[in-house]
């Protein structure tokens, strides 16, 4: 009986107005009398869980962005390549073969092999046609490649997208040297390509 007397004394003075204790009862349990002291252990696990989950999500959500600005950067590389190649043609007797540069001097392989003197990008930057003599895919080294198909009269250049889409590798397999046993599409796995 005096534990209850007890219990019911402790409740009357947090809920009178007159007590000492009234300015406390927002630090003390009704029910239990107790003290809250923090966090259990399960709620810091739960809301450690949580925040771990989102991270997650967001880390690839980044990635995703960040391969398709890659990509972005790749086509953007391979249209300023292509309009270099139309101006060289147009200035250099029809033809698109960048003589005495690329792999043996015949214009085509990769399109800046890095230790190489003479790249095709080194080629078209020596001709005034690109701003860099180093044009190249922001993660692979070397990247770009370049090849030319009848007698110089066509090109591809190609380049390997994280995110291609089906229209892109079906593209590349009508292209000049897409396919083949030296293709750029079945032997180097590039799978964009630009070209006439």
Known sequence: ME??????????NLWEPDSQDFQKKD????????????????????VIAIIGLLSSVVFASLNSARGKARDARRKADLTQISKALELYYDTHNGTYLVSG??????????????????????GLNDAGFLSAASIDDP??????????CD??????????????TPADIA?????CNGTGGNGTHTRYGKNYAVGN
Do not use: C, H
């Open 3 to 12: 534990s209850f007397q007890s219990g019911r004394s402790l409740l009357v």
């Open 27 to 46: 630090t003390v349990d009704m029910i239990t009398g107790m003290k809250s002291r923090g966090f259990t252990l399960i709620e810091l696990l739960v």
């Open 101 to 122: 540069y690329g792999d043996g001097g015949g214009g085509q392989g990769w399109f800046n092999l890095d230790g190489s003197p003479n790249t095709v990008a080194k």
């Open 139 to 148: 993660q692979q080294k070397p990247g770009y490649m370049i090849y030319l």
């Open 151 to 164: 007698n110089g009269q066509r090109y591809a250049v190609s380049a390997t997208l994280e995110n291609p």
């Open 171 to 175: 593209y590349i397999d009508t292209t």
